[in-house]
């Protein structure tokens, strides 16, 4: 369920859009996949988070609900916690977050709260994503919308969940 409120854009116009050379969605969405292989690891539901401003990675994050004993510890959160910490503020409207799976409610709206201007995301949550697949709360009249383009890597962020769960079934 996709609303036009929303600015959803695919990852080739989203290329074209943004060029810098150094830090193309790509680098930024494989640094979250690393992370997320790191969760994946430890028993945690892989997903990996990078926010960044400018360029560079100022805040990164992984999902450590099982460890953590919290449903607070999304991947999303702890990224966004790093770079508020790291600038010194928790207005973050200069940054991008980068995120293997497309957001949950909480996550999403952390991201409105910190003033994200764009996240880019990798596989849709058919089951709790709210940037599209199951509801788009970045189409209610709040007072901050971000830019939002899915399905970087999302075959790979996909498979990588995919492969996670097969394995629990084991």
């Not at 007072?143 to 079934?169: K, Q």
């Amino acid at each position: 369920m996709l609303s036009g409120r929303a600015i959803i854009l695919d990852m080739e116009e989203a290329m074209i859009e943004h060029s810098e050379a150094t830090c193309s969605p790509q680098a930024f969405m494989r640094r979250a996949l690393a992370l997320a292989r790191e969760a994946a690891g430890r028993g945690e539901v892989p997903v990996g988070a990078v926010v960044t401003l400018r360029g560079e990675i100022v805040g990164e994050g992984q999902n450590r609900r099982e460890h953590g004993k919290s449903a607070l510890l999304h991947a999303e959160i702890e990224a966004i916690g790093q770079a508020c910490a790291r600038l010194g503020g928790w207005r973050l409207w200069e940054c991008e977050l980068f995120v293997t799976l497309e957001p949950c409610p909480m996550c999403a709206g952390a991201i409105v709260n910190a003033r994200i201007p764009r996240l880019v995301y990798g596989a849709r949550d058919p089951k709790a994503g709210c940037c599209g697949s199951v509801v788009d709360l970045f189409a209610l009249p709040f007072n901050h919308r971000p830019e939002v383009l899915g399905g970087c890597l999302e075959e790979e962020c996909a498979g990588l969940l995919r492969d996670f769960f097969a394995e629990l079934r084991k």
